[in-house]
């Protein structure tokens, strides 16, 4: 998900000025272009730091909306915090990705939530979530990757769903050898959680695949399935930002910033793998389109809501949804984790949730809330959560599940890359 970027070199003018008294200044004045916005060069180290992409840090310095970079997370040293815990932590990440592909991948590629037992549930949201984190993490996963997208691109529906959208995908159930819809078995189930996100995650997740294994050919022979998926979002893109399903209209901020990180895949696999440059233009204008909507309708009064349209006013003390939105702002890069922006709403966090390190508070463990503080630099808070997290599911069952590994490994990568 996390591109690297070429940057081009730093232009140093040296001015030297004769002063009437003979004294000789010197003044460096010092040019910084910006960064190629979808260079395909660069060092794959950069790529691994899971949530800095600096991708996203071209498009925060291209909306005055975003915060200036004045509260850094330190980027020399290691923290105390992480002092000889590298290989700890590496041994953790290992355990991590094996349990999720080995306990939760069946044959034909498909990822289930936890296990692949009859009727087990099939969430493609949090399997993509997965394969993106699991392969930032650890490049040896691409083939298994490769499994799973093409069993999702596979059951993308194209024919229109009973939304009257195409390109969808929804939600199953494990049925023998094979995976049945869930809304199909239960009339409660939904037949998806929702169309934004899915596709957003789809799009990160097959240029990861991409920028990873080396093998563009597979976007190359999958642009149908990859411009199937983007109609969902011509089909439910008002005023800048997706609604959660045709027919959920709801603006979430969670979904628009996968949304928003997506866009930015998208247009980058159209540069460099379709070698189409203007469509990829094309994208980039709806990316910048998408975030000026997000901070005009989602940011208010210091906070990101959970979406314009819901009737419950924000609040700090609801832990889920309310208190977690900046996280995945954080995680996709959406917001700038060196930013003022990013200290305020984790400092905001942490003085209404300060028990966040207890994998417990929630009825599932919300790894996703450790991914975010981790990118802010709460290392010590981050291994505290972890520990809880191993104690409370000691044998990861339910409400384990993959989606909760995926941010796990998301934490882990981000805690090893400043260890030692």
Known sequence: MKKPRSKKPILFLVLFVLLAAGLTTVVFLVQRSSENRSSAAGNRDVFLNFGRSSRVDNDRRENSNSQPSQAPVATTGVPAELAGKKAYLQNELQKEIQWGYAHNQRANGVIAMNGTQENGWISPYMSLYFVK?????????????????????????????????????????????TEVPSYKLDSKAKMYDSTDSFVALFLTAMRTYAEISGDKQFVLDNKPAIDLTFSVYQNTWENGLTWGTKTWRHQYAMDNFEVNTSLGDLAYIYRYVYSDPAKANEIETLQRQNRAAIESNTFDNGVYIVSKQTSTPYSWSTYYPDALVPQIGLITGYINPNSNKAENLVSQFERNHPDWINAKKNEF????????????????????????????????????????????????????????
């Open 133 to 177: 984190n699991a392969l930032i993490a650890d490049p040896s996963t691409a083939a298994k990757a490769k499994k799973y997208l093409q069993w999702h691109i596979a059951h993308l529906n194209r024919t229109p769903d009973p939304d009257g959208l195409v390109g969808t995908m929804f939600e199953y159930n494990i049925k023998g050898n």
């Open 365 to 420: 463990p919300m790894a996703f809330a450790a991914h975010g503080m981790a990118l802010r630099g709460r290392y010590q808070g981050v291994l505290a959560y972890h520990s809880s997290l191993r104690q409370a599911y000691p044998n990861r069952t339910w409400t384990y599940h993959i989606g909760e590994s995926a941010f796990v490994i998301g934490y882990l990568n981000e805690l090893i890359s400043k260890a030692n």
